[in-house]
């Protein structure tokens, strides 16, 4: 089965293939852009050329579904979706720090990823299983369930972190292709797509404007 994963969750945007007969994958990354919306699909496009595939050569889609902000987890989901919609295909959507603990060392883990307005997103794991979240907070004031052996967090949070995570192991990851496709289902029938967005987006309904005393009230 080849199967195309697409994360954006985080600023990096993540898109790879993985062959699941083989285990091989292909992933093409562009770190650290604001520019998802833009970029996702040439560079879909890009990632199937280098890997001299084409499009109906797919078998399934994975993509995250957060949590993350909400216009760059939107586009990330509805690009998937159109994929699937079009070549006929299942869709399948998955935690996004789920895929991130499956990239870090075994035990006990906390993922951590940039919600902006000083706050992360956050989930505990012991093994393969989700102990507490997916949630936001603010770093400082994170309440673990369990003490941690290791931890991903964005290098510019890290020290934000309560004082009993400073001496704990560290990285810095997104998720990859190949841990997507590793914390799906792909022989479930998939769920609807989700978007995890666990607050309200940072754009705001304008008010609505005064009306103007020089316009009179009129009774219909």
């Given amino acids: 089965m080849l199967v195309l994963a697409i994360d954006t969750s985080t600023p990096d945007l993540v ?4 062959d699941t007969s083989t ?17 996702l699909t040439p560079t879909v496009r890009a990632l199937l050329s280098d890997a001299a595939v084409a499009f109906p ?18 586009v990330g989901m509805a690009t998937a979706a159109a994929f699937g919609d079009a070549l006929g295909i299942p ?4 935690c996004s720090l789920d895929a991130i603990a499956r990239r870090l060392p075994g035990g006990r ?6 919600a902006r307005r000083r706050e992360i997103y956050w989930a505990t794991y012991d093994g393969e299983t989700r102990t507490a979240g997916p949630d ?9 369930p369990h003490e941690v052996n290791v931890v991903s967090v964005p290098e510019q949070l890290a020290e ?20 997507l496709v590793a914390v799906a289902d792909l022989s ?33």
């Fill in 91 to 94: 869709v399948h959507g998955v």
């Fill in 57 to 74: 050569d797919l078998d399934a889609v994975v993509v995250g579904c957060g949590p993350g902000p909400f216009t760059g987890l939107r």
């Fill in 160 to 179: 934000q972190l309560p004082e009993a995570l400073r001496g704990v192991e560290k990285h810095d990851l997104a998720p990859d292709a190949e841990s």
């Fill in 109 to 114: 883990r906390l993922v951590a990823t940039d």
């Fill in 188 to 220: 479930a029938t998939p769920e609807p797509l989700v978007p995890l967005y666990l607050r309200r987006p940072d754009a705001k309904e304008p008010k609505p404007a005064p009306r103007s005393p020089a316009i009179p009230e009129v009774e219909l």
């Fill in 15 to 18: 898109t790879g293939l993985v």
């Fill in 23 to 39: 285990g091989r994958t292909h992933d093409r990354v562009i770190p650290g852009t604001r520019a998802h919306n833009e970029q």
């Fill in 136 to 144: 936001v907070v603010k770093p400082a004031e994170l309440a673990l």
